[in-house]
């Protein structure tokens, strides 16, 4: 039985009439015939009733008729998925990530994906750039974004944005229009934990380096968000990259720093070898999309 005959049927049983079927399918009389009696033979029933002037359905034509369609239906469908898969349009995307890249490009980035692929089933998780890695190496993750340099031969990368260091200080302290890390000894520095010389914490090392001071008293936190909440509690400050300045929270201003590290470069990582097309859909719109997106910020 093929998937043809099938659709021969379907035309015969919704004209009713041979001639105009075979017109309909550009197929001469006598070809259809042999198809439908052929499906009839191989089916062992009869599924039309014949005579000089009309053709009407068997009862079991008409279950058949019935089945048919929910099959071609089924077909068309598993055809359409199938090749939206095979487009990027259809599928899982995983995608992990750092607090900074949900602040700043990711978010502009998922917009016009979303638009261009809303077949796709994105999976969303923050996890630490360590954790980031081994995520994607093990097929876990499609694609991360951190900070931070990447050595496995397995893994390509873009830098998807730059972006500066801004200090997070509390609200009296807005008439400073700059500020010196030296400046700012006596206060609780909130870092990233763990303070590792990887990703985001190397940055806010080096800011402190080139300011040439060490941070005295240091409270870790998992999230920059928090940190923020607790400069606003008067508890200390936060370096924390320039986009976070589109946050607003009560008693938080944010301002430059006097001796600016390198800018912060955002990497987007994944698998070199993989053959995910929802991922090479995305990668696409990241190429097309990420400066714009980040001259947005």
């Known amino acids: 039985m093929e998937l043809r005959q099938l659709r021969y049927f379907v035309v015969v049983a919704e004209e009713m009439h041979f001639r105009h079927a075979a017109e309909r399918l550009h197929l001469a009389q006598p ?19 014949r005579s000089n002037r009309r053709v009407h359905l068997t009862a079991a034509g008409e279950r058949f008729l019935k089945e ?49 692929a809303p077949g796709v089933d994105i999976e969303l998780e923050e996890l630490d750039p360590e954790e980031q890695m081994r995520y994607i190496l093990r097929g ?15 893994l390509t990368t873009l830098v998807v944005e730059r972006d500066q ?47 040439g001071v060490s941070p005295q008293k240091i409270l870790q936190v998992k999230l920059l968000l928090v940190g923020l909440y607790l400069v606003s509690s008067g508890i200390g400050i ?16 944010y301002r430059p720093l006097a001796i600016e590290p390198p800018p912060m470069e955002l990497l987007a990582v994944w698998r070199r070898d993989s053959e995910s097309k929802p991922l090479q859909r995305f990668l696409q719109v990241l190429r097309e999309e990420h400066t714009s997106c980040s001259e947005k910020q």
């Open 68 to 116: 048919t369609k929910q099959v071609l239906l089924d077909v068309n469908k598993a055809v359409q998925a199938t090749r939206q898969v095979a487009e990027g349009v259809a599928g899982t995307l995983s995608i992990s990530f750092i607090s900074t890249a949900l602040v700043g490009v990711l978010p502009c980035v998922l917009r016009s994906f979303i638009r261009q």
């Open 140 to 154: 876990r993750a499609d694609i991360g974004f951190i900070h931070g340099a990447v050595t496995d031969a397995q």
């Open 238 to 253: 936060c370096l924390v990259p320039k986009a976070f300045r589109n946050i607003p929270v009560r008693g938080v201003v």
């Open 165 to 211: 260091l801004m200090v997070a200080v509390p609200a009296r302290l807005a008439s400073r229009k700059t500020i010196h890390l030296a400046s700012l000894s006596e206060y609780t520095t909130i870092l990233p934990a763990p303070f590792s010389s990887y990703g985001f914490s190397e940055h806010v090392r080096q800011a402190y380096e080139l300011a």
């Open 31 to 49: 070809s259809l015939t042999v198809q439908i009696q052929n499906l009839e033979e191989e089916l062992g029933v009869r599924l039309f009733e």
